[in-house]
T-cell receptor, first 115, second 114 residues
Framework: AQKITQTQPGMFVQEKEAVTLDCTYD???????LFWYKQPSSGEMIFLIY??????QNATEGRYSLNFQKARKSANLVISASQLGDSAMYFC????????????FGSGTQLTVLP | AAGVIQSPRHLIKEKRETATLKCYPI?????VYWYQQGPGQDPQFLIS???????DKGSIPDRFSAQQFSDYHSELNMSSLELGDSALYFC?????????????FGQGTRLTVV
């Protein structure tokens, strides 16, 4: 069984600053994938970034980077230079075998960017 | 770029009625997933299809069924609706030749059962 833990129900960050959203996971699978999604108040689920368990380099996508520490089973999302439009719920998710076929989501972190 | 299209966006049904949700994946994506997100909850995986065959099954009630058609669109059929079925239902699609590492979600269908 897989489990995702997001311990920060809510986070605040000042505009233009960087913020780290925590995510830890538990799995007995050797191969797995880690995902981050953004859900604005409008409800849609927006894919942000992916990290495979065998990827040695941390994934980056524009202002998003994933701080992958395999030994600690953590996959924190770092957002650099926060923007007001980054205010949303952020979900960490994982799947077995690295594919997105059956994602297990964490409980989410509500990020609010302050002007 | 084309995205995952879900219809309808909003649906109101009474208890014990049936509902059909439709999902049109991104062109060339042949894998479709369905998720249910209750109010204030994280999304829960229901079921997925690859090349029109069911590939994985999650916490989908027996009252629900789904299929993927020859044009790769998918439908989620929900019968004997209960108040607890009120949720946001997401469809997502991915492209296996990219290792299914990116699942793109539709905007969701918000189902309200009254």
């Amino acid at each position: 069984a897989q489990k995702i833990t997001q311990t920060q129900p809510g986070m605040f960050v000042q505009e233009k600053e960087a913020v780290t959203l925590d995510c830890t996971y538990d799995t007995s699978d050797q191969s797995y994938g880690l995902f981050w999604y953004k859900q604005p108040s409008s409800g849609e689920m927006i894919f942000l970034i992916y990290q495979g368990s065998y990827d040695e380099q941390n994934a980056t996508e524009g202002r998003y980077s994933l701080n992958f520490q395999k030994a600690r089973k953590s996959a924190n999302l770092v957002i650099s230079a926060s923007q007001l439009g980054d205010s949303a719920m952020y979900f960490c998710a994982m799947s077995a075998s690295g594919s997105a076929r059956q994602l297990t989501f964490g409980s989410g972190t509500q990020l609010t960017v302050l002007p | 770029a084309a995205g995952v299209i879900q219809s309808p966006r909003h649906l109101i049904k009474e208890k014990r009625e049936t509902a059909t949700l439709k999902c049109y994946p991104i062109p060339r994506h042949d894998t479709v997933y369905w998720y249910q997100q209750g109010p204030g909850q994280d999304p829960q995986f229901l079921i997925s299809f690859y090349e029109k065959m069911q590939s994985d099954k999650g916490s989908i009630p027996d009252r629900f069924s789904a299929q993927q058609f020859s044009d790769y669109h998918s439908e989620l059929n929900m019968s004997s609706l209960e108040l607890g079925d009120s949720a946001l239902y997401f469809c997502a699609s991915s492209y296996p030749y990219r290792g299914d590492t990116e699942a793109f979600f539709g905007q969701g269908t918000r189902l309200t059962v009254v």
